[in-house]
Nanobody, 122 residues
Framework: HVQLVESGGGSVQAGGSLRLSCAAS????????LGWFRQAPGKEREGVGM????????YYADSVKGRFTISQDTAKNMSYLEMNNLKPEDTGMYYC????????????????WGQGTQVTVS
């Protein structure tokens, strides 16, 4: 049973940093693509970044490139989203999700989603 649980959200001032965590269970985190997504109030959900199977590569949305970094801890079966130089437009609910394959910020195959963690930048 695949399960993803996000944590680490909170409120921060512009220019600050946060690190989000995604705890994966029910599968080996390196065997699926894992993506980070966000949704601001009144807006559609958008992809933030993706780490590919076996962490061979990462892909980021232009809006976060150079500020956000995705990593994995295979021993803990966890993924992290390090967010630096945060801006008010980064505010939103952040989700991690996994799927069997991916390209860019798009998933292919059955998707599994966490419940999200709120990030507020003022």
């Amino acid at each position: 049973h695949v399960q993803l649980v996000e944590s680490g959200g909170g409120s921060v001032q512009a220019g600050g940093s946060l690190r989000l965590s995604c705890a994966a269970s029910g599968y080996n985190i390196t065997t699926r693509c894992l993506g980070w997504f966000r949704q601001a109030p009144g807006k559609e959900r958008e992809g933030v970044g993706m780490i590919y199977i076996r962490a061979v590569d990462t892909y980021y949305a232009d809006s976060v490139k150079g500020r956000f970094t995705i990593s994995q801890d295979t021993a803990k079966n966890m993924s992290y989203l390090e967010m630096n130089n945060l801006k008010p437009e980064d505010t939103g609910m952040y989700y991690c999700a996994a799927a069997p394959s991916c390209s860019g910020l798009n998933f292919y195959g059955r998707e599994y989603w966490g419940q999200g963690t709120q990030v507020t930048v003022s």
